[in-house]
């Protein structure tokens, strides 16, 4: 069973930074996996933000993109988004998620998902 648990969340003022981290458990070796980062405010549905593929192939989505760094220490099994020139409407919930095969854009997609992590950035 596969586990995640995100740390990393926090206020920080604008163009300030914040790296967010993803402790995965349970994944097995050898078989594809993607991982990654969704959003959520409240009263919108889940969007993604950032994609690992276990190939090293990334994504961002383009409000980020330029911005945000998605990486993973697969010794310690930790992924990490690395968050730069923060904006205010960067304030959200962010939630780390996996899933078994191809990465995708769709949050119903991933079987995983952590207990989410808030990131509130002020003007």
């Known amino acids: 069973q596969v586990q995640l648990v995100e740390s990393g969340g926090g206020s920080v003022q604008g163009g300030g930074s914040l790296r967010l981290s993803c402790a995965a458990s349970?994944?097995?070796?050898?078989?594809?996996?993607?991982m990654g980062w969704f959003h959520q405010a409240p009263g919108k549905e889940r969007e993604w933000v950032a994609l690992?593929?276990?190939?090293?192939?990334?994504s961002y989505t383009d409000s980020v993109n330029g911005r945000f760094t998605i990486s993973k220490d697969n010794a310690k099994n930790i992924l990490y988004l690395q968050m730069n020139s923060l904006k205010p409407e960067d304030t959200v919930m962010y939630y780390c998620?996996?899933?078994?095969?191809?990465?995708?854009?769709?949050?119903?997609?991933?079987?995983?998902w952590g207990q989410g992590t808030q990131v509130s950035v002020s003007s």
């Open positions: 349970g994944f097995i070796s050898g078989r594809r996996y993607c």
């Open positions: 690992l593929g276990s190939d090293g192939t990334t």
């Open positions: 998620v996996a899933l078994w095969g191809i990465c995708s854009r769709n949050p119903a997609e991933f079987d995983y």
